[in-house]
């Protein structure tokens, strides 16, 4: 008799399992959408790039992503593409207008040097690219944020310090002589991933940098990845500094590790 027991118990429980992964719902797949924009800012055709997941339902934060100085490359959309996997809608804005894109070092300076001659000008850019993508019904109006690569970094850190209403900007291994913060303009918190061995970073920069976000009272995060050279994050990088002899080049442990680094700032400001 113990044993019948015994075998009509262990039955019910094979059962009951069995029974549990008959009914278990798949987990919906995800449905990447990217898309060119056009958008205008001060009579400038601006030619972006949105990304979202069209299976999730609602409204989600907006992430702004600002390009190295190459523009906005397979690499910039890339990023945007796993930022709405991560369940964001994210725009690669276009700065430099007309969706231009430098293959040298020669013509990105040229591109960019007026952005960083007057930082308003890469401002209004990135605001014009928050207006598109708040277009979109699954835009969160209120909840803003702007990452930045190289010269993009330069760019949503100036965003931050002109005052630009955002919850927080990312910037990966950007240019540190930025316009100084102003107590009471920064509205949102600050995190900086920068390369240990960045040749166009110097220790004065850093230094200079951090004491003016503490003047300001600025809420910021500061890392820095030992032996990591510029433009860390960009596998095309190492093969774009032997071309240009450039001192830059991929690093793959500090590219994961600061991607992990946005995703806690990101999920946090947003709360």
Known sequence: MRTLLRSIFV???????????????????SKIVGEEVTYTENGTTLKGYVAYDASKKGTRP???VVPEWWGVTEYAKRRARMLAELGYIAIAADIYGD?????????????????YQDPNMGRNRIVAAILKVRQYPQAD?????????????????NAAKL??????VVSFHGGLKTVPASKGVVTGKVLVLNGGADKFVPEEDIANFKKNLDTAGVS?????????????TNPESTENGKKFSMPIAYNESADKK?????????????M
Do not use: R
Request: a positive charge; proline letters at 5%; one cysteine or more.
């Open 220 to 232: 910021y995060k500061f890392i820095s990845y030992p032996g990591a050279l510029h433009a860390f």
């Open 163 to 168: 005052g630009t209403q955002l919850n927080g």
């Open 99 to 115: 969706g231009k894109i430098a293959t040298d070092p020669k013509t990105a300076q040229e591109y960019a040097t007026p952005f």
């Open 141 to 157: 109006q209120k909840k803003i944020a702007a990452i930045g690569y190289c010269f993009g970094g330069s760019m949503v850190l």
């Open 62 to 64: 907006v992430v702004i």
């Open 258 to 270: 600061s991607w992990v680094e946005m995703k806690v700032f990101l999920k946090n400001i947003f």
């Open 11 to 29: 039955f019910t429980l094979i059962a009951g399992c069995a029974i549990t992964v008959v009914h278990a719902q798949p987990k919906k797949a």
